[in-house]
């Protein structure tokens, strides 16, 4: 069993390998983008750091924005984990 904090460590380089392979097929100077990168980066945090983001972001911009950067990020986190089990070790 892997240690929580490699596989964390895993989890944020699944993620950045997934958006450097959207970065040529998206508008990187788009809101979309801005947004989807906000979340890739809240989604490579560990838990302790996911959850502070997650209350400023409720402080500064509001429950629904909060909600949604989380929801994005729990997206991302379980597309890596699932991505990881598939691949062959």
Request: glycine fraction near 2%; charged fraction near 30%; hydrophobic fraction near 40%.
């Amino acid at each position: 069993m892997l240690l929580p904090d490699r596989l964390d460590q895993r989890i944020a380089e699944a993620i950045k390998h997934q958006l450097d392979d959207e970065r040529g097929a998206s508008d990187t100077t788009s809101e979309a983008w801005r947004s989807r990168c906000e979340a890739a980066t809240v989604a490579m945090f560990s838990d302790a750091e996911r959850s502070v983001f997650i209350h400023h972001v409720s402080e500064r911009r509001g429950s629904a924005a909060a909600h949604e950067v989380e929801s994005q990020a729990k997206t991302l986190r379980m597309n890596a984990i699932f991505f990881l089990a598939r691949k062959p070790s």
